[in-house]
């Protein structure tokens, strides 16, 4: 008996649904009706032969049978498209200048950048782990080809700008900590749009905080709140696992989205620069 082929195409709309949250986000990722989206996810279904996707209210939610099937999605599309990179990469040769912030240099970063690499060897890629600052002000000089960084959605960058994704903030702390005023803060220094932020909330709340820790260094951040020096605001990207998130305190509205924001200089389009930042903001839409 033959078994069914998975077909990509299914799998990569799978993949950006439940990212999206709904048919209708996704059908505007892939350019697609809504219709259409609904129609493919009933194909995969058929091809598998289980249910995979349910409504819970507005949202769309994986049954069992679904989440496991996500995750080999995630696999084979990064498999499919480290081949097709391979196959057409073989001549590519060149040099790019990255840089990126410390939420991404230990979490999605590393396995794009050995596929890109692996596909391509003939590049070579110098990166460069900064604050957003200074990665924003090296890509104006063109010291950096490409930066990966987060944004608010309306920042005055003036760079050529792609928005990869975006992700909640959330309030970081160690567990069972008491959450009194003035409520200490470890924060990173200024300008951080994580900071602007948090000081933002707590004084339209009318909670009174007091900076208990600075760092520049995302180590020294988790380090001090997992001691009980604080508590922090950031993305859940790279978060210890000894830690907890609030996406809102008692008192306080929610915490905004922040986008992450691929930003390339003017002059450096090329087909190897294209490829890697191509490469970049389709690992980060699937790893959503």
């Known amino acids: 008996m033959l078994r069914p082929t998975l077909e990509l195409d ?164 160690k567990r069972d900590a008491p959450l009194r005023d003035p409520l200490d803060l470890v924060l990173f220094e200024p300008p951080c749009v994580f900071r602007e932020v948090a000081i933002e909330t707590l004084e339209k709340a009318n909670r009174s905080w007091r900076q208990a820790f600075v760092s520049p260094s995302l180590a020294s951040t988790w380090a001090a709140v997992e001691s009980g020096l604080g508590l922090s605001i950031r993305t859940k990207m790279g978060l210890p696992r000894n830690l907890i998130t609030e996406s809102r305190l008692p008192g306080t509205r929610q915490l905004p989205l922040m986008d992450i924001t691929l930003l390339q200089h003017p002059s450096a389009e090329s087909p190897v620069v294209s490829r890697l930042r191509d490469s970049l903001v389709q690992s980060l839409r699937e790893s959503g």
């Open 10 to 173: 299914l799998l990569r709309t799978l993949v950006l649904a439940m990212q999206a949250g709904s048919f209708q986000r996704a059908a505007a990722l892939i350019g697609r009706s809504q219709s259409a989206v609904s129609l493919q996810m009933r194909r995969l279904e058929d091809h598998v032969g289980v249910r995979l996707l349910e409504k819970n209210g507005r949202k769309l939610t994986l049954t069992d049978a679904g989440e496991v099937l996500l995750d080999y999605a995630k696999r084979l599309l990064a498999l499919n498209d480290e081949a097709v990179q391979a196959t057409a990469g073989v001549n590519v040769k060149g040099k790019i200048r990255l840089g990126l912030l410390q939420d991404f240099a230990e979490t999605v970063l590393p396995p794009t950048l050995a596929a890109f690499i692996r596909a391509q060897p003939a590049v070579e890629i110098a990166v460069r782990v900064e604050s957003s600052k200074h990665l924003i002000e090296a890509v104006r000089q063109h010291r950096l080809d490409l930066a990966l960084l987060f944004t608010r959605r309306n920042d005055p960058i003036e760079l050529p700008a792609t928005r990869a994704a975006s992700v909640p903030m959330v309030w970081v702390l």
